[in-house]
């Protein structure tokens, strides 16, 4: 708990300075996340359906 408190002043400093820098890569990764996750949804009910199926 300590360590959250030390280190969000820091990280709040840092995403100041380079706010435009990290709203993009923040967007990148959220975009690239969101297909992941989409992905991987699909492959698991695909795979839990094939499991269903079974006798």
């Known amino acids: 708990m300590l ?3 030390y280190l ?3 990280c709040r400093r ?3 300075r380079s706010n435009y820098l990290s709203t993009s890569a923040l ?3 959220g975009c690239r996340w969101q297909m992941f996750s989409c ?3 699909f492959i698991e009910e695909d795979y839990a359906s094939k499991l269903g199926s079974q006798p």
Request: charged share 0%.
């Open 3 to 5: 360590q959250i408190l």
């Open 8 to 10: 969000q002043p820091i």
């Open 14 to 16: 840092y995403l100041q």
């Open 27 to 29: 967007h990148a990764f």
């Open 39 to 41: 992905f991987f949804n």
